[in-house]
């Protein structure tokens, strides 16, 4: 069991109301409790046994969005993005544009940004997490709405390193 399964199985658990779920396997022992008055899970790993790593897992085909354009236009938008960097989550959170909700967001589309600059903060468990830019370039595109969740490897910017 992975990582991504298990945040997956911690979410599940949060939105069914249970207050308690244990899960045993082979190789892992999962008790995942959730607190009263809908605060976040508590997941505490009972034990787990070193095992072969595990096959790659399928890769499972996004749902079908409905299409708003014409597939040639779908297909030059996909060409003109390849030429991005896409700046992805490194965390299971709540994206903010802003420090603070009277303050003005960090970065705006077409505002140039250097590498080491703060361009949003994700809210993990009670935790404010600064997320800095990798690369040097301009913002061309914010692809998350200010104060949704996100997970984790989800693309949030796209960015014209020339």
Same mark, same amino acid.
């Given at each position: 069991?992975?990582?991504?399964?298990?945040?997956?199985?911690?979410?599940?658990?949060?939105?069914?109301?249970?207050?308690?779920?244990?899960?045993?396997?082979?190789?892992?022992?999962?008790?995942?409790?959730? =607190?009263?008055? =809908?605060?976040?899970?508590?997941?505490?790993?009972?034990?787990?046994?070193?095992?072969?790593?595990?096959?790659?897992?399928?890769?499972?085909?996004?749902?079908?969005?409905?299409?708003?354009?014409?597939?040639?236009?779908?297909?030059?938008?996909?060409?003109?993005?390849?030429?991005?960097?896409?700046?992805?989550?490194?965390?299971?959170?709540?994206?903010?544009?802003?420090?603070?909700?009277?303050?003005?967001?960090?970065?705006?589309?077409?505002?140039?940004?250097?590498? =080491?600059?703060?361009?949003?903060?994700?809210?993990?468990?009670?935790?404010?997490?600064?997320?800095?830019?990798?690369?040097? =370039?301009?913002?061309?595109?914010?692809?998350?709405?200010?104060?949704?969740?996100?997970?984790?490897?989800?693309?949030?910017?796209?960015?014209?390193?020339?």
């Amino acid at each position: 069991m992975d990582i991504k399964e298990i945040q997956s199985l911690i979410r599940f658990v949060a939105k069914s109301g249970a207050s308690e779920v244990k899960l045993e396997m082979e190789d892992i022992k999962i008790t995942i409790r959730t =607190g009263s008055h =809908g605060s976040a899970p508590e997941t505490t790993y009972v034990h787990q046994v070193p095992m072969a790593p595990a096959p790659a897992a399928p890769v499972v085909a996004a749902p079908a969005q409905e299409a708003t354009e014409s597939p040639s236009k779908e297909k030059e938008s996909a060409d003109d993005d390849s030429k991005y960097i896409t700046i992805k989550s490194p965390i299971i959170g709540t994206f903010y544009r802003k420090p603070s909700p009277d303050k003005p967001p960090f970065v705006e589309v077409g505002q140039d940004i250097s590498q =080491g600059d703060v361009l949003c903060v994700i809210e993990a468990m009670k935790l404010f997490n600064d997320i800095e830019s990798e690369v040097s =370039g301009k913002i061309v595109k914010i692809l998350v709405d200010d104060s949704t969740p996100v997970e984790f490897d989800q693309p949030l910017f796209l960015v014209d390193p020339s």
